[in-house]
């Protein structure tokens, strides 16, 4: 079974600085895609980045960019230049590609916080 | 936005009703998935649906039961509610190809049952 660990329970930043939330996987399928979703206190889930398993370049996103090391088995997420409004939960998932279905697996997720 | 839209968006039952959430996918996508997150938790995928067909499920009991329409929404109904159904549901749209298949989340329906 597919697995996702996000070990950082809250990380707290400040303003204008980078930051970089952890996210460690586990699968025995050679094809599988990873994601970040950030969380506001609203609720939605808000789609950043994603990163396939063989794609040979790290994804990046404005800001965004995945810090993708296959051989450890690592999706770390780094946030460039740190805003207020990036306070929020994140989480780490990756594609299960079921028989007909692909479902999200999820991390426990990361709360950041970012000060003034 | 992703336009993806829930309803309702907070709804409270007591232990034993029964529920019926709904879901408006993002224009041009055949699949929805949907999602229970309780508290503290990240999102637990309940099914997905894709051509009106259930065609994956997570480890949930039958009283969980869901609908895809011809234009593709969806419906989420769980049948005599319990405490530990309190949670957020989250209704995701993706389309369904080769490739990324990134699933795009809507505002989220939160249950409470008293």
């Known amino acids: 079974a597919q697995k996702i660990t996000q070990t950082q329970p809250g990380m707290f930043v400040q303003e204008k600085e980078a930051v970089t939330l952890d996210c460690t996987y586990d699968t025995s399928d050679p094809s599988y895609g990873l994601f970040w979703y950030k969380q506001p206190s609203s609720g939605e889930m808000i789609f950043l980045i994603y990163?396939?398993?063989?794609?040979?370049q790290n994804a990046t996103e404005g800001r965004y960019s995945l810090n993708f090391q296959k051989a450890r088995k690592s999706a770390n997420l780094v946030i460039s230049a740190s805003q207020l409004g990036d306070s929020a939960m994140y989480f780490c998932a990756m594609r299960d590609n079921l028989p007909g279905a692909q479902k999200l697996v999820f991390g426990q997720g990361t709360r950041l916080t970012i000060n003034p | 936005e992703t336009g993806v839209t829930q309803s309702p968006t907070h709804l409270i039952k007591t232990r034993g009703q029964q529920v019926t959430l709904r879901c408006s996918s993002q224009s041009g996508h055949n699949t929805v998935s949907w999602y229970q997150q309780a508290l503290g938790q990240g999102p637990q995928f309940i099914f997905q649906?894709?051509?009106?067909?259930?065609?994956g499920r997570g480890n949930f009991p039958p009283r969980f039961s869901g609908l895809q329409f011809p234009n593709y929404s969806s419906e989420l109904n769980v049948n005599a509610l319990e405490l530990d159904d309190s949670a957020l549901y989250l209704c995701?749209?993706?389309?369904?190809?080769?490739?990324?298949?990134?699933?795009?989340f809507g505002p989220g329906t939160r249950l409470t049952v008293l």
């Open positions: 649906y894709y051509r009106e067909e259930e065609n």
């Open positions: 990163q396939g398993s063989y794609d040979q």
């Open positions: 995701a749209s993706s389309l369904r190809q080769t490739g990324t298949d990134t699933q795009y």
